[in-house]
């Protein structure tokens, strides 16, 4: 079984940055899809970013598009959003997930494990 710990999360100005951690608690992470979810009060989880096992494709929500930077360091089981240009909308609980599939990493049905979540707050 492998367990995923967010970090990162906290309450921030908007136009500002944080940088959000997914750790994996053991195995590897070589053959493996990893992405980024969030969700919003009163709201269904969304989708936000995802990167395949391989590291050479990424995805992004429109929304998110051009702010957040998906990336994964293999040796240390984490992956990482960094997150720029911070707005109120953006206020959600983030979860990371992972994947065995390297297909159709926009849709929540194809991660198998995912994280707690981190509470990111982003002030007007």
């Known amino acids: 079984q492998v367990q995923l710990v967010e970090s990162g999360g906290e309450l921030v100005q908007a136009g500002g940055s944080l940088r959000l951690s997914c750790a994996a608690s053991?195995?590897?992470?070589?053959?493996?899809?990893l992405g980024w979810f969030r969700q919003a009060p009163g709201k269904e989880r969304e989708f936000v970013a995802s990167i395949t096992s391989s590291g050479g494709s990424t995805y992004y929500a429109d929304s998110v598009k051009g702010r957040f930077t998906i990336s994964r360091d293999n040796a240390k089981l984490t992956v990482y959003l960094q997150m720029n240009s911070l707005k109120p909308e953006d206020t959600a609980v983030y979860y990371c997930a992972l994947s065995v599939n390297n297909y159709s990493l926009t849709r929540a049905s194809v991660y198998a494990y995912w994280g707690q979540g981190t509470q990111v707050t982003v002030s007007s």
């Open positions: 053991r195995g590897t992470l070589s053959n493996i899809a």
